[in-house]
């Protein structure tokens, strides 16, 4: 790598070692990927909050990791309901914490910045838990059916942006380029096409796989992005360092955080994810 740019190499290293060992937890089935969805949300909440710390905030730690892990639980074991209730108790508990003194100053902005937490990583990752727990039996097919053209969006943007990207795409992040968006955009709806394609029960039409790939190639660049935005103003690189090459967790499933909830409600109004 030259100056500030990653190592590809390591970053590829990694990346396969978590496919690998996400494909083995998922053919264990539901309850083992639940294991490693719950796992990546409390790390990726931890690294949020510490981030927001080093920039000044003072964030409700506890509050916010315990109500993102039980935001996907909960979506998981009780299903959409659960959620909101979370949420609001997540709201309760935070006043309460400075109304009892135990948060120090400016309980409006490190509420705000708490609740932002919760709501980006705890809600959106809820999705996860309410596609594992989808009562027809499909909840890992619908789980992948996110998660591969995800990845076919991240690699895409990545390499193409590296090598042919000149015009830059968004002041949030001044290193994205509009030539990586297509090249991202594109291999997302091929990747969803080869995942229908190849019939993973209960896709078996490239039709679907086609309605699936637009759509996330629309909705996983506003993840992307949005990360871009909240680190470029907390001034950071990254949110952590877990993983070496890619940064921390949430660096690298910001994407996917914007995917579940679209694939979670493409699944509701279309029922063919669901027959």
């Not at 998981?76 to 120090?104: M, Q």
Request: charged residues 10%.
């Amino acid at each position: 790598p030259a100056g500030g740019e990653r190592d590809m190499r390591l970053a590829a290293g990694v990346g396969v070692g978590l496919i690998v060992a996400a494909l083995v937890l998922f053919q264990i089935g539901p309850m083992a990927t639940m294991v490693l969805v719950t796992a990546i949300l409390g790390v990726a909440a931890y690294e949020y909050f510490t981030a927001t710390q080093r920039a000044g905030f003072d964030p409700l730690m506890p509050v916010g990791v315990t109500a993102t892990v039980g935001a996907v639980l909960a979506a998981y074991n009780y299903g959409e309901g659960a959620v909101p209730l979370v949420l609001a108790l997540a709201v309760a508990v935070c006043f309460l914490w400075y109304l009892v003194g135990a948060g120090g100053d400016r309980p409006v902005a490190n509420i705000g910045v708490t609740l932002l937490g919760i709501g980006w990583v705890g809600v959106f990752g809820s999705f996860t838990g309410l596609l594992l727990g989808e009562p027809f039996g499909n909840g890992v097919a619908l789980l992948l059916a996110a998660v591969i053209p995800t990845i076919g969006y991240d690699v895409g943007a990545l390499f193409v942006g590296r090598s042919a990207g000149s015009r830059p795409l968004s002041a949030a992040s001044p290193n994205k380029t509009i030539e990586g968006l297509a090249g991202g955009m594109l291999l997302a709806v091929v990747a969803a096409v080869a995942f229908a394609i190849v019939g993973v029960h209960p896709f078996d039409q490239w039709q679907e796989g086609l309605q699936l790939g637009v759509l996330v190639a629309l909705v996983a660049p506003l993840g992307d992005l949005s990360e871009s935005l909240v680190k470029r103003d907390l001034g950071i690189k990254d949110m952590g360092s877990v993983l070496p090459g890619h940064g921390g967790l949430l660096d690298r499933f910001d994407a996917l955080l914007f995917v579940l909830p679209a694939v979670w409600y493409l699944s509701r109004v279309s029922d063919f994810f669901l027959t």
